[in-house]
Structures are given as C-alpha cells and as structure tokens.
C-alpha cells in the first residue's frame, strides 16, 4: 500500500525545495480536513504509527535500519493524514510527493558522510517526533486550524534541513 525508502533512488537538490513547497500546500490542506473527517480507524492507524516511531526514537537511532524504519513510518503517517482528508487529488500527489522528498533526505545523509556523521550533527528525529504525536493529537481533538498550525511548523523543520544540509549537495 505503502511505498518503502530506499537506498538505491534519487532526487536532484534541486527540485527538492520545489517538492517541499508543494508538499507543505498540500499537506495543510490534508491535515485541516484530516481532523474534521478521520475515521475512528484512521484515528487509531495514526496513533498506532505515532507510537511505534517513538519506540524507535526512545531506543536510539543507532544505524541506517533503524533510520530506515523510522522513515517508513513518518512517511505511512503522513499518507494516513492525507488518505484521512478525503481529497483523493491531494492523496494521489502526496503518494508521489512524499517518497521523493524522503529519498532527498537519505541522499543529503549520504553526502554529509553517511548515517554516523549525520547523526552526530542533528537531533532532529527525537523534535520530530515530538512534532508527529502534537499534530495527532490535535486531529484526534478535531482541532483542524491547530493541526495546520502544527504541521506547518513541522514541514518548515524539514525544509531548513533540507536547505541547510542540501547545501552540500551538488547542483
């Protein structure tokens, strides 16, 4: 159902800012309506995938599986919400979306020195994680303007990283 990271595809750096602005459009349009039309089963695949990222957080990321793991997650959740939405159109781009942005991530990891180096220079998965259980939360509260507010803030997170990190990259 689900498409997995992997190592082996690639996205250009440049076209990964482009696929952030998109993704952020979209998804504050998914969570807003996410949190209005969540189903109780959706409710608890959202709290189901939430919980299991933080069991990974909690006992470390220590390698590229446990990174791998954990971004498979992230990326089912954030499919979870747009599915939730009940705007097919949004869910469809965000399918295609979201993988690319992901693979964008792990090529950034690659060229900083790999998963050791990039682990030693940012704590980004124990604040983002944090950010994923608050967005639930508002959606299971039905509070759809905070939801947007907090996915906002999220995806912002993600495209410092991308632009600070992506810098490396070349074009």
Known sequence: MFKKCTKSSRVEKHSLNDLMLVRKALESITVYYAAQHATPEQHKAMQQCVQEMSVIVRNGLYNEEDFFDYSNHDMQLHLII?????NGPAHTLLTAIIPMVKTGRLEIIKRL???DDFR???EM???QNAEHISIVEAILARQ???AREL???HLERVAWFISKFGQKLPV
């Open 82 to 86: 747009s599915e939730a939405s009940r």
């Open 120 to 122: 030693s220079q940012t």
């Open 125 to 127: 998965q124990a604040t």
């Open 144 to 146: 759809p303007e905070r």
């Open 151 to 153: 996915m906002d803030t």
């Open 113 to 115: 020195g790999g998963f």
